[in-house]
Nanobody, 122 residues
Framework: QVQVVESGGGLVQAGGSLRLSCTAS????????MGWFRQAPGKEREGVSC????????YYANSVKGRFTISRDNAKNSVYLQMNSLKPEDTAMYYC???????????????WGHGTQVTVSS
């Protein structure tokens, strides 16, 4: 069974940067689109980003577009999320999950790991 570990979260000031990692063990996800979603207390679950199997196509939520960059390294069974110009509203638990695109809409499956906390102070 494939398991993932998310890492790289932490506490940063507004305007700072973090790089999140999602690494699989017990298998691979190199045959799946992978992405990130986040969830914070009092907020709805929000799909953040998605990347295709080859890495050639990416999607970003409008709230993070221009600030976040998703990438993957299938040889390392890893997906990354570079987060720049962080804002307090980015504070949330971040999870990696498979994602899909169909008819110009995107969806994210259940989290495969326990997530990593990102906290942005003002």
């Amino acid at each position: 069974q494939v398991q993932v570990v998310e890492s790289g979260g932490g506490l940063v000031q507004a305007g700072g940067s973090l790089r999140l990692s999602c690494t699989a063990s017990g298998g691979t996800f190199d045959d799946r689109n992978m992405g990130w979603f986040r969830q914070a207390p009092g907020k709805e679950r929000e799909g953040v980003s998605c990347i295709s199997v080859s890495g050639g196509t990416t999607y970003y939520a409008n709230s993070v577009k221009g600030r976040f960059t998703i990438s993957r390294d299938n040889a390392k069974n890893s997906v990354y999320l570079q987060m720049n110009s962080l804002k307090p509203e980015d504070t949330a638990m971040y999870y990696c999950a498979p994602c899909i695109e169909y008819a110009n809409e995107y969806g994210w499956g259940p989290a495969w790991g326990h997530g990593t906390q990102v906290t942005v102070s003002s």
